[in-house]
């Protein structure tokens, strides 16, 4: 299985972008889904998850009320919509797997995810 994340591109502070992430084999249904990101000289940080069964979903607190997570089971594809983007939400863009039966309360956690997508570049001029 792999993962392929689309969307990224320039936009100006204050204008919106969607994300979306699919994988190339077997469906999502059991897993939780994650974006993180990472900015250049920055560590990888988590930005939303969402547990495929039951919608259940999770935000980083500099994207509360912006971002929103979800994902569609016909196309088992997940999706980030980012709405109010600032200069400071430029980063590469992942969208990763959390592995079957971590822990509650892990899903910001990298080392918990399994699967990684190759990343788009999202950039947001001030």
């Known amino acids: 299985v792999q993962l392929q994340a689309f969307g990224g591109a320039l936009v100006q502070a204050g204008g919106y972008l969607s994300l979306s992430c699919a994988p190339s084999?077997?469906?999502?249904?059991?897993?939780?889904m994650g974006w993180f990101r990472q900015a250049p000289g920055k560590e990888r940080e988590f930005v939303a998850a969402?547990?495929?069964?039951?919608?259940?979903?999770y935000y980083a607190d500099s994207v509360k009320g912006r971002f929103t997570i979800s994902r569609d089971d016909a196309k088992n594809t997940v999706y980030l919509q980012m709405n109010s983007l600032k200069p400071e939400d430029t980063a590469v863009y992942y969208c990763?797997?959390?592995?079957?039966?971590?822990?509650?309360?892990?899903?910001?956690?990298?080392?918990?995810?399994?699967?990684w997508g190759q990343g788009t570049q999202v950039t947001v001029s001030s």
């Open positions: 990763a797997r959390q592995w079957p039966g971590a822990p509650l309360g892990t899903v910001s956690t990298t080392s918990y995810y399994d699967l």
């Open positions: 969402i547990r495929w069964s039951g919608g259940s979903t």
């Open positions: 084999g077997r469906p999502f249904s059991r897993f939780v």
